[in-house]
């Protein structure tokens, strides 16, 4: 009844921009959190950034003073602003809502947490 649906990757030069967007469909009441992660080939699952309803955030240190992770609660998305890109950064992207609370037969449900599907940035140097 979740879904996760990205949009905005591909392929940059070193020094350039990307925005990515994840928005969450369903009959969702409420998200508590919503980031962003990245796995490069060959290497485990890292967190890039993540931001509460409140706005509050956190970033990697890889990102931090490159990427701005922003939400807009009444749309149920997130957005990964991302520049001076490196190709360091190149992974696929993954948006994961966490803490979700949604609307199934007229019952409130709680669901732990839910990913996309992953979108493809490469970074070309």
């Known amino acids: 009844q979740v879904q996760l649906v990205e949009s905005g990757g591909g392929l940059v030069q070193a020094g350039g921009s990307l925005r990515l967007s994840c928005a969450a469909s369903g009959s969702i009441s409420s998200i508590t959190a919503m980031g962003w992660y990245r796995q490069a080939p060959g290497e485990q699952r890292e967190l890039v950034a993540t931001v509460l309803g409140s706005g509050l955030a956190k970033y990697a240190d890889s990102v931090k003073g490159r990427f701005t992770v922003s939400r807009d609660n009444a749309k149920n998305t997130v957005y990964l602003q991302m520049n001076s890109l490196k190709a360091t950064d190149t992974a696929v992207y993954y948006c994961?809502?966490?803490?979700?609370?949604?609307?199934?037969?007229?019952?409130?449900?709680?669901?732990?947490?839910?990913w996309g599907q992953g979108t493809q940035v490469t970074v070309s140097s």
């Open positions: 994961r809502a966490g803490g979700l609370r949604y609307w199934s037969g007229g019952n409130l449900l709680r669901l732990d947490e839910s």
